[in-house]
């Protein structure tokens, strides 16, 4: 089993529309957690960093966390054909120092 | 302007040839990481640095080798050891103990 799990997807939604993205983990040392997204080709890019339970938003995207159910989320509201991308999940495990682990990416397509 | 800069963005390499990557920063950071990304497979830790002159073996660390002789500087060498050596290879930093990773935009090699 690994250590976080990410549906691959892909995702296809209309334009518009809520998107949820999520990652379960089995490791409770996980405190630290991030979003990244990813378009084709490119370098990873930090949208959300987190680490307590409960929700951050910052505009369009919330970010919430369920530590007592090793769950965590990425909300994207109005999604546009430019939030099509793959969208990484990430979290630090104390016991490790710094080392990120990575859920293996959903791929999101937003439909105009 | 600040950031992570991998070079060159492209790179072909002959079979039992050595190459490397480069890695340069200009945020200050004292950690530096070297992921290699496979289609499905999100980013696995080839290697990372938490000090200058000093870094560690991640989860998949066969066949190539680094170094860290300046803070703002990671190289990575893919060495004649690595038997499939074709990805999207990413560095990143960060400032440290559980702080958000920065990443670069990624070299894609190819072994021809």
């Known amino acids: 089993q690994k250590e976080v799990e990410q549906d691959p997807g892909p995702l296809s939604v209309p334009e518009g529309a809520i998107v949820s993205l999520n990652c379960t983990y089995s490791n409770s040392a996980f405190q630290y957690f991030m979003w990244y997204r990813q378009y084709s080709r490119k370098g990873p890019e930090l949208l959300m960093y987190?680490?307590?339970?409960g929700n951050k938003e910052d505009g369009r995207f919330t970010a919430q966390v369920d530590k007592s159910s090793k769950y965590i989320s990425l909300f994207i509201r109005d999604s546009q054909p430019s939030d099509s991308a793959t969208y990484l999940c990430?979290?630090?495990?104390?016991?490790?120092?710094?080392?990120?682990?990575f859920g293996a990416g959903t791929i999101l397509r937003v439909k105009s | 302007d600040g950031g992570i800069t991998q070079s060159p963005k492209y790179l072909f390499r002959k079979e039992g040839q050595n190459v490397t990557l480069s890695c340069e920063q200009n945020l200050n950071h004292d950690a530096m990481y070297w992921y290699r990304q496979d289609p499905g497979q999100g980013l696995r830790l080839i290697y990372y640095?938490?000090?200058?002159?000093?870094?560690q073996k991640g989860d998949i660390a066969e066949g190539y080798s680094v170094s860290r002789e300046k803070k703002e500087s990671f190289p990575l060498t893919v060495t004649s050891a690595q038997k499939n050596p074709t990805a999207f290879y990413l560095c990143a930093s960060d400032r440290g103990m559980n702080t958000e990773a920065f990443f670069g935009q990624g070299t894609r090699l190819t072994v021809v």
């Open positions: 640095s938490q000090i200058v002159n000093d870094f």
């Open positions: 987190t680490y307590s339970s």
């Open positions: 990430a979290m630090i495990p104390m016991e490790y120092g710094n080392k990120l682990v």
